[in-house]
């Protein structure tokens, strides 16, 4: 695995923004914070532009994970890094903490030979895959309630359920067409979300 090497004042500047919100920000917030602050270190990017928007992302997750590594060797803090809320907390007991992380991603942007392998067209195949999925979390309680399920069906349950409406409410075996068009977006809803 390759890692990077940065400038050190990159890192040094991520950092000192890291502990001047103590309730943690979001990767968009850090990014406007250091192109407030460190404008000449880490500009912020042009937002209408996919790769380079993604470009930077990268770099930012890469000195994320690099701190939350070092933070956490040196017993100085545990970094939670998502998209929502990248937070320092101090180590409470180190034995009995443990730093939870989704490992295939935080190789992915460790590895600096990633940021080379994308081009345009993957960085928005990764957007679409990103947005399709979003939607299908925001769609999910309402499709689940479609199909009479709670929040805790797995994928199955969810097969299942819509083998018993479908049959139930298929315009050929005189149900509603509508009723039945419902019960398959939720349905299709539900499978995306699961891809």
Do not use: C
């Amino acid at each position: 695995m390759k890692h990077l090497n940065l400038p050190p004042r990159l890192l040094d500047a991520v950092a000192d923004l890291i502990g001047r919100h103590p309730g943690g920000l979001s990767e968009f917030e850090l990014m406007q914070q250091l192109d407030k602050h460190y404008p000449d270190v880490f500009p912020k990017p042009d937002l209408r532009d996919p790769l380079l928007l993604f470009q930077h992302h990268f770099v930012l997750m890469h000195i994320l994970y690099r701190l939350q590594d070092d933070w956490w060797q040196a017993g100085e803090g545990v970094l939670d890094i998502n998209a929502l809320r990248i937070v320092k907390r101090p180590v409470v007991e180190r034995g009995e903490q443990q730093l939870s992380v989704d490992r295939s991603l935080k190789d992915y942007y460790l590895d600096w030979d990633n940021l080379g392998r994308e081009n345009t067209d993957s960085v928005q195949s990764l957007l679409d895959g990103f947005w399709k999925r979003l939607l299908g979390d925001q769609q999910a309680p309402e499709a689940l309630a479609e199909l009479g399920l709670d929040d805790n069906a797995d994928m199955p349950a969810i097969k299942a359920r819509y083998r018993q409406l479908a049959s139930e409410h298929h315009p050929d075996k005189g149900g509603d067409p509508e009723e039945f068009r419902r019960i398959r977006e939720a349905y299709e809803a539900l499978v995306n979300g699961f891809k």
